[in-house]
């Protein structure tokens, strides 16, 4: 148990729904980080939040939206996804940003029909 | 730019066998450089970093990393390995307040 949960851990949705991921740290920590992790390819950054506010947005489509309304919890929102979007979603939060070991949590695996 | 590769999508070891996981980086001035590991349907856990220092790193489960400047490796060693090492192994570099960078992943298999 690394301190990091995520809900749902399974998540299958049509290109219409619309959902939503979340992600708590029970760290007192002060980052929190989403990823996209797919078969075979490095994990990618999707966004990163440093004391709530968003830092980073690595070129993510409109159709994920994140939310983060405190220090502790994370929320990324889906709608109108693609099939490609069909990977496991992992959080992770940090004491800081940068350089600072990161804990992850378990994951949500999404499929998009 | 920061960025880390792991040349080698699969390892294969035998129980009692040492084992090594490869990491490169490619980062000007100094990098911090770390390993995960990741257990089926569960998200990375930290095993090991290197920041300054001895260049001989020891982390969780009996692993160790070495870094080597002139060769910008960082690869993972344990001296036995254990079936239940058997897992996706990550490297991963971060520089100077740059967001950090993951290698693509080796999946190391131990066979009894």
């Known amino acids: 148990e690394t301190g990091v949960t995520q809900t749902p851990r399974h998540l299958v949705m049509g290109m219409t729904n619309k959902k939503s991921l979340k992600c708590e740290q029970h760290?007192?920590?002060?980052?929190m980080y989403w990823y996209k992790q797919s078969a075979k390819k490095p994990l990618e950054l999707m966004f990163v939040?440093?004391?709530?506010?968003?830092?980073e947005n690595n070129s993510v489509p409109s159709r994920f939206s994140p939310e983060c309304p405190n220090s502790s919890h994370l929320f990324l929102h889906l709608h109108t996804l693609q099939p490609e979007d069909s990977a496991l979603y992992l959080c992770?939060?940090?004491?800081?940003?940068?350089?600072?070991?990161?804990?992850f949590g378990p994951g949500t695996r999404l499929l998009v029909l | 730019a920061q960025s880390v590769a792991q040349p080698e999508d699969q390892v294969n070891v035998a129980e009692g066998n040492p084992l090594t996981v490869k990491c490169t980086y490619s980062?000007?001035?100094?990098?911090?450089l770390f390993w995960y590991v990741q257990y089926p349907n569960r998200g990375l856990q930290f095993l090991l970093k290197?920041?300054?220092?001895?260049?001989l790193v020891k982390g969780s489960y009996g692993f160790e990393a070495e870094f080597n400047k002139s060769q910008t490796s960082f690869h993972l060693k344990k001296p036995s390995a254990l079936v239940s090492d058997s897992a996706l192994y990550f490297c991963?570099?971060?520089?100077?307040?740059?967001?950090?960078?993951f290698g693509a992943g080796t999946r190391l298999t131990v066979k009894p």
């Open positions: 760290l007192g920590h002060n980052a």
């Open positions: 290197y920041i300054t220092g001895d260049n």
């Open positions: 939040y440093n004391f709530k506010e968003q830092t």
């Open positions: 980062v000007s001035g100094n990098p911090y």
């Open positions: 992770a939060s940090s004491q800081r940003f940068d350089q600072e070991t990161q804990y």
């Open positions: 991963a570099v971060s520089y100077n307040n740059n967001d950090m960078r």
